[in-house]
């Protein structure tokens, strides 16, 4: 479950150096960093916070799923 999967995330958090392909923006919230792809370009790749605050389409899906 996704649950069981995030909470894994968290276990090896800083324990090694995870890639996670995600389109659920909930699943980011154990990132340190996030790169933004939009219309399959490299748009950005930041922490969180510096995404929601300088990236539109970032700031914009996080908006969309309700995680602010």
């Excluded at 995600?22 to 510096?50: P, Q, W, Y």
Aim: aromatic letters at 4%; hydrophobic letters at 45%; a negative charge.
């Amino acid at each position: 479950s996704e649950e069981a999967i995030r909470q894994t995330l968290e276990s090896i958090k800083g324990q090694m150096t995870l890639v996670i392909v995600a389109h659920r923006m909930s699943t980011l919230r154990v990132c340190d960093k996030a790169l933004v792809i939009n219309n399959g370009c490299l748009e950005a790749f930041d922490d969180r916070a510096t995404l929601e605050a300088d990236n539109a389409y970032f700031s914009s899906a996080i908006k969309l799923a309700k995680l602010v």
